[in-house]
Each structure stands twice: as C-alpha cells, then as structure tokens.
C-alpha cells in the first residue's frame, strides 16, 4: 500500500487527539475549560447543493472510519449525540427564497444545529460537527458564537463561499455560507433567525483558489483575511498558520473554531469531493492546520 495512506489512520487519531484532548485550560469569561470532552454531531445533508452522496458522510465516519472508537482509545470522552434534523417548528422559523436553493430546508437544518451546539458549548463540550456539505457551517458558527462572543473563525476551503443569491452562479446554499456568518453582512431571506454572527476581522480564510466575482467584491468591502493557494505555495503552510495565528489571537485568549470543507484539499487527496479544484491543500498541509489550531490550547470547535 502507499505509504502515505498507510500511516493515515495514526496521522487522523492523532489529529483528533490534538484537536480535544491535548486542548488544554484557558480562562473566558471566568471559566476553565477542559477539551477532553468531545461531543459528535451528524448533520446528513445535502440539500445546500445538488449532489447526492455528501449525506452519507456522518455515517461513513462513524463506522467505517472508527471515529468514536479511536478518540476514546486516545483518552477522550466521548458523546455521539446524534444526528440533527429539523423539526416542523424548527421549518416555521424559515422561509423560501426563490434565488436560493431548498432555502427553507437548509435555514432549519442549520437553525437545528445552532440550537443543538450552543448548549454544548455551555457545558464546555468540544463540538465535532461531521457534514454534510458545507451549509452546515452557518449552524455550527452561530451556535458557538451565541456563547463565545469573540469567537474566530478559521476557514479553510477551496471558496470564500462569500456569494448572495442575488449572485451566485448556481444559486446553491454552501457557497452562501461565510456570507450568512458575517455580521457586516446580510443574510439570505429565509434566515432572519440568525443573530449571533462573526466579526470579519475573526476570520482568516485559507486555501483559496476559485473566487466568483460577487465574492471578491465582497472580499475587498468586508477586508476578510484571506490565503490563497499562491500564498500557501509562496510562504509555506507553517508561515501561513503563524500569521494567522498573529493575526486572529493576538493576546492569546480569542477561542477558535476550525470550518473545514473537504474541497480545501487537492482532488488527488480527496477525489470524491462535488466541487473539484485543482492544486489544492496536500494531506500534510490539512493535517498542519489542524494540529496548529489545536496547540493554541484554543479550538473550541470544528
């Protein structure tokens, strides 16, 4: 076998490892928190785009890649909570919007998931949120946001996912999904629940490689951090997380929360992927970033 996938598994429970249970004590808002409790969260959905497949991504995790199994044998206590699904009140909430796709199923579903990761968050619970296509991100954030209110945000993905529906080019929820977590930026209709939201200067975006023209006007109007896949060629993966870090936590007390969207990757690592771009992020760059978040003692989420 190749050895580079060989040594994955050791590589991915080590990640995890990283990501909960060497995440250490820091003092917010009067509080210790301990990382070695990992709640998981499924969110089967799809809808944020067209493709079928990405649904089955909880499951898959689950089972055939032995996830729950492998954090407790690194020590981490560990809760599977389920998966998330909208309820019919969860749906009333929402609204359609002709020039978004199943704007109405994607608003409950990520309603759902705020609602269900805030109170993890309060009972410092580290959140590990398994997709689903990237949509989802609107839930995960804004439910970490409604209890760490300087939270930021890093972001890593082949798109900026900075359109409105009034631009986009498929009119699909997961390249929406930064646009409805910004607070200098209006959500889609369909989404007026959405109050806790992050400040663009919490966010660093990494791996950028395909920009729609909305999303890079928006880029310049909100003076979102970015790193595109030139940058990460001219400075390196290390260099780019430390100016990230330089810039998202200066005084060291910031919590984080890590959006990966797997497309972040080149299509030669994660070929499966519904929206393919090449020269992308290589394993060992994506392995980097997430154990440098994790050794800030201050990934909250993921």
Known sequence: ADPLFRSYPYRGAAMFHRLSGRIGSIAWHRRRLSRQIVSIVGVPFGKGQTKKGVERGPTVLREEGRLLERLRE??????????????????????????????????ATCYRLAETVAPLAENDHFSLVLGGDHSISVGSINGLVSVWNNLGVVWVDAHPDLNSPNDSPTGNAHGMSALSSLKVLQSPHGFEWLKSKVLPNRLVQIGIRQIDPGERRRLAETNVKFFSMQDVDRYGIGKIMEMTMEYLQPSKD???????????????????????????LSLREGLFIGETLADTEALVGM
């Open 74 to 107: 690194i020590g981490c206590e560990v809760f599977d909570v389920g998966d998330v699904l909208p309820t019919s009140d969860d749906r009333a909430l929402t609204r359609s919007n002709a020039r978004l796709t199943n704007a109405s199923e994607v608003s």
């Open 254 to 280: 910031r919590p984080i929360h890590l959006s990966f969207d797997i497309d972040a990757f080149d299509p030669s690592v994660a070929p499966c992927t519904g929206t393919k771009v090449p020269g992308g």
